[in-house]
């Protein structure tokens, strides 16, 4: 459990500590996947620049007046389609970080806006003039909006 909830816990139940470490925990998830995504993204347009500037100059240029010869060559050197391959491999690996990314910030917002909604439940009497401060804290700690819904 994060430190300043633990800190904080007089001022809250054990649910709404529960709801606010899973909060923070799926935030550092789709922050994971993001990173994850941008990097990954990354690497694949720079390796399939680099690719086709390659294959470019190692086999259009000098193979320019016969497309036979030209799909011949790049058939012919293994390495080629090795790399093409490590090129589709890699954007499938971006597809595939991407839907897991988009279902990571799918289920952050869901119980970012439970928490929202549930705020009047989760936080009675006298916990309810203190949960400003706790909001704060999670805005300012871990980019955490609790006061509004939208995004």
């Known amino acids: 459990m994060e430190s300043f909830l633990l800190e904080e816990g007089d001022k809250m139940d054990p649910t709404t500590k529960q709801l606010l470490q899973s909060l923070i925990d799926r935030k550092s998830k789709l922050n994971r996947y993001k990173q994850l995504h941008f990097i990954l993204f990354s690497t694949a347009i720079l390796f399939s620049a ?66 929202i909604d549930k705020s009047g439940d989760l936080w009675k009497g006298e916990q309810w003039e203190n949960r400003h401060k706790i909001y704060e804290k999670m805005k300012k700690s871990y980019d955490i909006n609790l006061y509004h819904q939208s995004k």
Do not use: W
Request: hydrophobic residues 55%; contains cysteine.
């Open 50 to 115: 680099v690719l086709f500037y390659t294959v470019y100059n190692m086999a259009v240029l000098p193979f320019q007046t016969s497309i036979f010869d030209l799909i011949t060559f790049i058939l012919q050197k293994n390495h080629f389609i090795f790399l093409l391959l490590i090129a589709f491999s890699l954007f499938g690996a971006v597809k595939i970080v991407f839907e897991k990314k988009t279902k990571s910030e799918k289920d952050y917002h869901a119980l970012r806006c439970e928490v």
